[in-house]
């Protein structure tokens, strides 16, 4: 890491000293000690009470057919199974759910052992529990299962493939509210401009591998369940699970503390919970489920394959005149799951002549879901290359060429972005990356037997919030609890809201401790749009102000205090004292004792603007309303960046390396920099993973993935990852929220994809549009 | 000088032989012990398994498939080591058996010998955390922290083995750690930070 810009956002109302932490001081995380100890307990620690059985999946080896016979004999056998779930004894015991799109819980409607029905290469065709994982698991392998197999449809060009256009799939009312970007007239303008691209772009099937397994406790009490399972939406999984059992919300409570790892995977919920709780309430015992590395790339959702059109006609000056975006996703068979990037790709640039399409295309596959980025990642490398295209075409900076097309009002309905960094970022990062050295010839600029290339590409993602619920306690002695059903997946979200303690309540960090990942808490929004530092911390300084306003109220109100007759609001926690700023102080103690009873609790729940009233009862049924972005019907909320990237093309074998990386990132408020760097950086690192390692192989004939497991499905290993870069750009923006907070999971590896096969174009002069870049596609360089 | 910039294929398949051969050590060291005369009559009765953990003797009679992984956190209850793939591709569950940097879910319980440390034993027995521990938290070198038992177990068996001298040293000898959250560069300046106060590089 080389230097970094740390923006000192103070925050508003109480001067906090500078050496303490607060908001916008870097802050190591409050649970660091625990996690470097290995005292944190993830959900997969937890294996849900003493002396559990294990559980251990069967899934199937064909993609689309039936169950034609299942003989349990064998597997009966070994010493210690204690029970086999199959669609025999399962069927309708588990009610369908819809999925997380259509305003359901569920990654996948395809509800596994409901009949005899196979609908995707490994399916969960049965769950042997026994007194063993040892056990559990020979005794899934010595299960005889043999099937009636049909020809799958794989992915694009199989045969076999039905599809449907978002539009229509949205009309059918499965995703209220889409719409199809389109203003002016496209094709006539295409048709006129004197500088025109016409590329088509690939992005491939990739898997979120977090390290944590796909894990799953259960057990039962007096007819309640408790969930210990690694989860991003504890709301909606409580839900999900009462609809799927037919039982109370009430009487469900989901667990999990820390989460090893979300990207998107955790955040619907996947089938194998439910038979989980079915297989604790037959044995009445608990159980645990560990299933493998490879099952997790078929129970779970994943990024799906896409296919880009964009053409772009732009005048001798680089300005845009034309923009049309049209993009194929692969979907399971019964899902209409899709990304849908349009929104964002035809908003970005100014330009008065847009149009998009989305099409789905269903396959014999299991329903895909988010991941990190969802639509931007591939939406965006489709977008960035082509606009890369267009900057050789015009023989024009690629940097010059966002500028001229740079604006403060999206060109669909003219609606103005809330703030807009974009240029500053470029200009940062593109100083700190030495851009101005860059010959733009390709191929022009050689180390040895290097071919070296520069590439740059912008980045974007949605300002997203959601409605939220905290409740917050302080005692007089200082301490304070903070407890939101939010969920700590690494984004250091816990720090930032002991941050917001410190900073609204003037307390210690360390007597600070926050709550999240139980469904027992006030609700939180699904962690995931990176929504949820903006929409919880809001929530939690309401909480905190409201603590701070009942304490000034009685400090007023006291005829021999010292704070008599001032204005509450005036009046600020700090240092554990309560403070005018006529230097007027007391101790927390002593201001506290005014109050009634000993410790105060505020609860505090917010609705975002743009979010409709009943949203704070739907968050209680664990339907989180994500509102911003291209979203809103008055104004464009987004974060942007600048990625830029070096590589090196060995002229010979054409390997490619990433020598460094250099990105620059504005977010409005940045609560704690220290995490927000880790997290920026690390999105860099997955852009550049997605660029060149990152895909899911697929084998067309049988529709199952080939490279299950993480020796061969490439993710970036330490040695792969040198000089990276993360610049962050002070950024004001009070109408995204009171507190100017920008989410930035999802903004670092935007964009990257782009910039490295731009990076690569010029090192080589060889444009790759099929991700991922491997070197084999280089060697007719 | 090490090769900082393999091509991701081949240091991959670099680090799985380096990896296969961590675990061979005790397999074979264990060798002579588990050649009885006559095989078990059931392969699937529960054996009788001594291990010592962070200094802890544990007793546990269990089924002779036991990894040793899931030994110490199934069967003694030490849940800080994680596993991330139970096929030595990942790094989530290294543990130091004898001194020696060991993927444990490549390791079955019944055949280890030598006194085992968890991430749970590298911090002082008062609490202090270790110099390494405290530098990966200086350093935000984790997210997630799934991975950060490992990778912390495995750091100090950079250090101590010496395998810390450059940047470069560090990242290749780290590569068999995933880091899905991608905190690499912190790992690296973790390690880096922490080296000095651990007296050796
Ligand atoms: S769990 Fe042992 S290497 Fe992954
Ligand atoms: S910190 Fe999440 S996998 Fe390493």
Not at chain 1, 748 to 757: D, F, I, Q, T
Request: charged content about 20%.
């Amino acid at each position: 890491m080389s230097d970094i810009t740390e923006p000192q956002i103070m925050p508003q109302g109480a001067p906090p000293s500078a050496a303490k932490p607060a908001m916008g001081a870097a802050t190591s995380r409050v649970d660091g000690r625990l996690k470097v100890t290995g005292a944190a307990r993830y959900a997969s620690d937890l294996y849900g009470g003493a002396n559990p059985a294990h559980a251990y999946l069967a899934t199937s080896t064909i993609a689309r057919g039936r169950i034609t016979r299942l003989n349990e004999a064998d597997a009966r056998k070994v010493p210690g199974v204690l029970d086999i779930l199959t669609f025999r004894n399962v069927g309708d015991r588990i009610k369908p759910g819809k999925i997380f799109s259509q305003k359901g819980y569920m990654g996948s409607s395809i509800a596994p052992l409901a009949s005899d029905r196979i609908q995707h290469g490994g399916q969960i065709v049965a769950m042997v529990v026994a007194e063993t994982f040892e056990a559990a698991r020979e005794a899934a392998h010595r299960l005889q299962i043999e099937y009636a197999a049909e020809t799958p449809s794989a992915t694009f060009d199989s045969p076999g493939l039905e599809s449907i256009s978002a539009e229509a799939s949205s009309r059918e009312g499965e995703q209220p509210g889409e719409e199809k970007p389109k203003v002016g007239d496209a094709a006539a303008a295409l048709a006129a401009a004197p500088v025109t691209i016409d590329q088509r772009y690939e992005t491939p099937i990739q898997h979120h591998n977090p390290i944590e397994l796909f894990t799953t406790a259960c057990a039962w009490t007096d007819g309640k369940l408790t969930v210990w399972e690694p989860s991003q939406n504890m709301y909606g999984f409580q839900n999900g699970l009462a609809e799927q059992l037919g039982m109370a919300a009430a009487d469900i409570r989901v667990i999990s503390p820390y989460v090893g790892g979300g990207f998107g995977s955790r955040g619907s919920l996947t089938q194998r919970t439910a038979l989980v709780a079915l297989a604790a309430q037959r044995l009445r015992r608990p159980v645990r489920l560990e299933t493998t590395r490879d099952q997790g790339f078929t129970i779970a959702t994943y990024r799906a394959e896409t296919r880009h059109r964009v053409r772009l006609g732009a005048g001798t000056d680089g300005k845009l005149q034309a923009l049309i975006h049209e993009g194929w996703e692969v979907s399971s068979r019964p899902d209409n799951y899709k990304v849908g990037g349009t929104d964002a790709t035809t908003r970005l640039y100014a330009c008065p002549n847009v149009d998009s399409e989305v099409t789905i295309v269903h396959a014999d596959r299991n329903t895909p879901g988010f991941m990190r980025s969802p639509p931007e990642v591939p939406y965006m490398f489709a977008l960035e290359s082509a606009m890369d295209e267009l900057a050789v075409a015009l023989k024009m900076d690629p940097i010059e060429l966002r500028r001229v097309n740079d604006t403060m009002h999206e060109p669909i309905k003219g609606l103005p972005y809330t703030s807009r960094t974009l240029m500053p970022c470029f200009d940062a990062a593109a100083k700190a990356f030495g851009w101005s050295g860059r010959d733009a010839q390709p191929g022009s600029m050689r180390d040895g037997e290097w071919m070296v290339g520069w590439g740059c590409a912008t980045s974007l993602y949605p300002t997203n919030m959601g409605p939220a619920t905290a409740r917050v306690v302080l005692t007089p002695q200082g301490t304070v609890k903070v407890q939101t059903a939010g969920h700590e997946i690494g984004t250091g979200i816990t720090t930032v809201l002991a941050l917001m303690a410190v900073s609204g309540l003037g307390v210690d960090i360390a007597k600070v401790t926050v709550e999240v990942g139980d469904s027992a808490l006030p609700p939180a929004p699904v962690a995931g749009g990176s929504n949820s530092t903006a929409s919880i911390a809001t929530v939690v300084a309401q909480a905190c102000e409201q603590i701070r306003g009942r304490i000034a109220g009685a400090a007023v109100a006291a005829e021999n205090g010292p704070f008599h007759g001032m204005d509450p609001a005036g009046l600020v926690l700090v240092d554990g004292t309560l403070r005018a700023s006529s230097g007027a102080s007391e101790p927390l103690e002593a201001a506290m004792s005014r109050t009634a009873g000993g410790a105060i609790e505020a609860y505090a729940e917010n609705i975002p603007h743009g979010v409709p009233e009943g949203a704070l009862k739907k968050l209680y049924l664990g339907q989180g309303t994500l509102m911003g972005g291209a979203k809103l019907k008055d104004r464009m909320q987004f974060a942007f960046g600048a990625q830029f990237v070096e590589v090196r093309v060995n002229a010979r074998t054409r390997e490619i390396r990433v020598p460094r990386l250099v990105g620059a990132y504005a977010a409005g408020r940045i609560v704690n920099p220290k995490a927000a760097k880790s997290q920026l950086m690390g999105g860099q690192i997955w852009g550049v993973s997605a660029a060149l390692h990152e895909a899911t192989e697929i084998d067309r004939r049988a529709a199952r993935y080939t490279n299950n497991d993480l020796a061969e499905y490439l993710i970036p290993v330490n040695a792969d990852v040198q000089e990276v870069t993360t610049i962050l750009l002070p950024e004001q923006d009070t109408q995204v929220n009171e507190l100017g907070i920008k989410g930035i999971g999802e903004l670092g590896n935007v964009g990257l994809n782009a910039a490295v096969a731009n990076a690569v174009f010029h090192a080589t002069g060889v444009r790759v549009r099929e991700l991922p870049i491997r070197l084999e596609k280089l060697l007719e360089a | 000088m090490p090769d900082q910039t393999a091509s991701p294929q081949l240091s991959r398949r670099g680090l799985l032989g380096a990896s296969t051969a961590v675990a061979a050590g005790p397999l074979m060291a264990a060798a002579p012990v588990v050649a009885p005369a006559t095989p078990p009559v059931d392969p699937r009765r529960p054996v009788d398994v001594a291990l010592t953990v962070n200094g802890q003797q544990h007793h546990l009679a269990i089924d002779v498939r036991t990894t040793l992984l899931d030994a110490v956190r199934t069967h003694i209850g030490l849940t800080g080591s994680k596993k991330g793939c139970d096929h030595g591709q990942c790094g989530a569950c290294t543990m130091l058996v004898d001194g020696k940097a060991t993927l444990s879910c490549l390791s079955l319980a019944a055949m280890v010998r030598g006194p085992v440390t968890t991430i749970e034993g590298i911090a002082g027995t008062d609490g202090t955390l270790h110099p390494m521990q405290q530098a990966f938290i200086d350093q935000d070198a984790f997210q997630c922290g799934y991975c950060t038992p490992g990778q912390i177990v495995s750091a100090v068996a950079c250090v101590q083995g010496g395998h810390a001298a450059s940047d470069a040293a560090i990242r290749e000898y780290m590569s068999g750690n995933l880091c899905r959250c991608a905190a690499y560069p912190h790992i690296v300046a973790a390690i880096n930070q922490a080296k000095d106060g651990m007296g050796r590089a």
